[in-house]
């Protein structure tokens, strides 16, 4: 469902609300400047088209132990090539790297995805805070529909990457995104611990988009 364009997420940013936590974060900044370039009625266009498309699997979630190697480059995480590569403990992280690096990297193949790796476990204890009530949140499908595919203003959680989700939630605790819908979520974040931002990522990205 479409939101009026003044209550959209590029009038967010326009109106110089977004902000990352981290500043060391160069593409916030970046986005931000496209919102301020943009006319109204290019708002309005680009809501239209974007919203005309429909949202397709790009990200595959894998539980696992161990993960290949990776740098960071270009905003994203490659793996490790030649001598280099190899397999390290994913530990408490979420790895989302392409799933061929010269696909995405240099030919910008918009059907080559991503594998986003995910601890062992997360997936099943994002699902428990997202869709049962606890004392530590409230349960996202109250907001964000029953089958967490957004309801009006309120955005789709599904099939996302869960780089965005948690940093999102990072940047709502923090108190540095100011949308003028964010402060629905101030209560929801307040309490959330780390592990807790990392399980939900992992369980809202395994979704399959909604058709
Ligand atoms: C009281 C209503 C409410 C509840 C409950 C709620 N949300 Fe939200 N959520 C919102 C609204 C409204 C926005 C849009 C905020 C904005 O525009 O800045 C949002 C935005 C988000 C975003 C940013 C998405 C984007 O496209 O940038 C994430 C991630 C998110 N919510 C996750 C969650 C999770 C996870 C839960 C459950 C633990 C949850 N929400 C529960 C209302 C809610």
Redesign the pocket.
């Known amino acids: 469902m479409v939101a009026a364009p003044e209550e959209g ?1 590029l009038n ?1 940013f326009k109106r110089d609300g977004r902000h990352s936590a981290d500043a060391r974060k160069p593409n916030t900044p970046i986005m931000a400047g496209f919102g301020i370039a943009m006319t109204d009625e290019e708002i309005r266009q680009s809501a239209d088209y974007f919203s005309s498309m429909q949202w397709t699997p790009w990200i595959e979630v894998v539980e696992a132990d161990t993960v290949p190697k990776t740098r960071p480059a270009g905003g994203m995480w490659l793996r490790l090539e030649g001598a280099e590569a190899g397999t390290e403990p994913l530990g408490k992280r979420i790895i989302e790297t392409p799933k061929n690096t010269e696909y995405t990297e240099r030919l910008r193949n918009p059907r080559s995805g991503f594998t986003a790796y995910v601890p062992k476990g997360s997936i099943a204890k994002g699902e428990a ?2 869709m049962k009530p606890s004392a530590k ?4 499908t ?3 529909g029953p089958a967490l595919n957004g309801l009006a ?5 599904r099939g ?1 990457s869960p780089s ?2 948690a940093r ?2 990072a940047d ?1 605790k923090q108190g540095t ?1 100011h ?4 402060p ?2 101030a ?3 307040a309490n ?1 611990t780390a592990d807790d931002i990392l399980n ?1 990522s992992a369980y ?1 990205s395994s979704l399959p988009p909604a058709p």
Request: hydrophobic share 50%.
């Open positions: 997420k967010d805070l997202a949140t409230t349960q996202c109250i907001c964000h203003v309120v955005p789709t959680l996302r965005y989700l999102q939630l709502i995104r949308g003028l819908w964010s629905l979520m209560p929801v974040v959330l939900l809202l």
